[in-house]
Structure formats: structure tokens, C-alpha cells
């Protein structure tokens, strides 16, 4: 290898236009946003999800939009013998991928004392095993093509930074930032780029469905902290185009937004004021459990007629 092979890496793939991608999770969120900006640049796509329904609308609204779909089938990334399968039939139908998305995700937070081992379980079933049974199963054929491509592994904030309460969802999404670092230096000798995705807020149905292990999501405090959340996040719609951007760059880490490239500067280059900040943070996610325990507690004792009159109050 030269010495311009090691400094320059020359873009696997410069655009989507006639390019075969797979997208996993496509039914929702940044997975189904992502589907139909790539369509739109000219992918022929192969779509795959959890949830039959949402895929299958996914499908439609592509179709309706004049985008190509290859094939598409419902199914869990988690499940390795399922992933072998649907790989099987990808080849035999379509062909070898171009570009490869793991962007399927599930999440789940809490402290340590209030997180199950099914909590545990389900993010690296989901968020890493997954991923990485979609790469055992349709990278290989990319390498053995001999003609470059690309993959993209989504990860997280939660994967670069300390974030309260993410212990699980951490593990996962950690993980898949260490495979895709090593993937970046494996794969690059074949031409194959690989991009690591790494959302800050953004607007989908998982902030909607994520488990929050001992917090009460009805507390009307809750409530308020997730409006609050809704408002900072970005749309789905623009993470997919700093994707689809980050393939057409061959950049390795993607931002889907300005403040997590700037927490993770700060937690390598300024490593007392950032464990500050998260301390701070830390600090109220417990408050707000204090907040919400109190209020469980509230819900579960017994009333008499003046605490009976004062809740009536209270929610009057």
C-alpha cells in the first residue's frame, strides 16, 4: 500500500442513483425517513422492519413516490437465524448490496437498581447483535464482489457520551462504535466505506415508547421534561440527509446535530468540565425520579376524605 493509499481514501459510493440498499428499522423514524430520501436519490431498495404494518406502509408511500423497491420483509434483526434466511433470499433475488444501513433500534433507560436483565438483554440483542448479524450476513459478499460500497451503522449520543441513566443503553451503542472503528480500518483495503451515526434528539416514535425503568412517563413533571425534548430534536428528515450526506462524503462519523460533535469535543479535550456538566445532568434525571416516586407513593396510599378533596383540587 502507498503512502497516498494510507492518507486517501477515494469515495466507494459518490451517489445512490441505480445503487442496491438494504435499510433496516424502515417502518419509522430516521430508518423510514432515511428510505425515502435514498429512493428518492435513485436507490433501489431492500426494506426490512419488526413491525409488518409500518413497513409495509413504508413500501407504499416509496412506491407512491415513483422509488424502486427490490424487496422487503418484516422480521427481527436480533434473531440471527432470521437475518441468515432473509440474506439467503436477498441474494438469490436482488444480488449483493451496495450500501448497507443498520439503522433498526429499540431503547430503554433507568439506574441500576431499577433496570431488568431484560432491559440489559434487549439493547444488545437489538441495537448490537443486530447490527451485527445484518454485517455477518450481507457484508462478506460486498467484500467478495471486489467493487466497493458502503456501511452505515447507526449509533448514538448515548454512544459517545456518559449520558444518566443509559448503562444498557451505553452497552449497545458503545459496542456498535467499536465495530464500526474496527470495520473502518478492515474494510478500507476493500473499498468498502463505513459511516457511524451518531443522533443527538431527534423527533421519532421511540422517544414516544422508550422504557424508562422505575419512572412514571404520566407524571405531568415527565411530561413536560419529554415537550421539552421534542422541541430541541430534529426531524427524522434531516438525519436521513446527514446520512445519505455522509455516504456521498465517505465521512466516518456522522452528526445528525451541532451540540453532540460539540459534547464530544469537550469530553476529549476538556475532561474536568465535562464530567461537571454530567454530574449536573445526573443530578436531575434524580430529581425528577424523586419526583415522580413521590408521586406513585402519593397515588398509593390510602385517601381520606381531606386528601380525596385536596387531589380533586390538584387536578382541578
Not at 444498557?168 to 466505506?193: C, N, P, Q, T, W
Not at 402519593?298 to 381520606?304: T, Y
Request: glycine share 8%; net charge positive.
Amino acid at each position: 500500500m502507498s503512502i497516498k493509499d494510507l492518507l486517501v481514501m477515494s469515495v466507494p459510493v459518490k451517489d445512490l442513483q441505480g445503487k442496491r440498499v438494504l435499510i433496516t428499522g424502515a417502518g419509522s423514524g430516521i430508518g423510514k425517513a432515511t428510505a425515502l430520501a435514498a429512493a428518492r436519490d435513485g436507490a433501489a431498495l431492500v426494506l426490512t422492519d419488526i413491525a409488518a404494518e409500518n413497513l409495509n406502509e413504508t413500501v407504499a408511500e416509496v412506491k407512491r413516490a415513483d422509488g424502486k423497491i427490490l424487496f422487503h420483509r418484516a422480521g427481527d434483526v436480533s434473531d440471527y437465524e432470521w437475518v441468515r434466511r432473509f440474506a439467503q433470499q436477498v441474494d438469490a433475488e436482488v444480488g449483493v448490496m451496495d450500501v448497507v444501513m443498520n439503522i433498526a433500534g429499540v431503547s430503554a433507560w433507568g439506574t441500576v437498581e431499577n433496570l431488568e436483565h431484560r432491559h440489559w438483554k434487549k439493547m444488545v440483542d437489538v441495537n448490537l447483535m443486530g447490527p451485527i448479524h445484518i454485517i455477518e450476513c450481507f457484508v462478506p459478499q460486498i467484500v467478495r464482489r471486489g467493487r466497493g460500497g458502503h456501511l452505515v451503522n447507526v449509533s448514538s449520543a448515548a454512544g459517545l457520551l456518559a449520558l444518566p441513566w443509559h448503562a444498557a443503553y451505553s452497552a449497545s451503542k458503545f459496542g456498535i462504535r467499536g465495530v464500526s472503528e474496527v470495520l473502518r480500518m478492515d474494510l478500507r483495503r476493500h473499498k468498502i466505506g463505513v459511516s457511524l451515526v451518531c443522533p443527538g434528539g431527534v423527533d421519532t416514535p421511540l422517544v414516544g415508547t422508550v422504557d424508562i425503568a422505575g419512572l412514571d412517563r404520566e407524571n405531568p413533571v415527565i411530561q413536560r421534561e419529554i415537550g421539552h425534548f421534542h422541541k430541541v430534536a430534529v426531524s427524522p428528515e434531516k438525519a436521513a440527509e446527514a446520512i445519505l450526506t455522509g455516504i456521498r462524503k465517505n465521512q466516518f462519523m456522522v452528526y445528525t446535530s451541532f451540540d453532540i460533535r460539540f459534547g464530544y469535543f469537550v469530553a476529549r479535550k476538556f475532561a474536568l468540565p465535562y464530567e461537571i456538566v454530567m454530574r449536573i445532568a445526573n443530578n436531575r434525571f434524580d430529581q425528577l425520579a424523586r419526583i415522580s416516586g413521590r408521586n406513585l407513593e402519593d397515588l398509593a396510599a390510602p385517601s381520606d376524605s381531606s386528601s380525596s378533596s385536596s387531589t380533586s383540587r390538584q387536578k382541578g
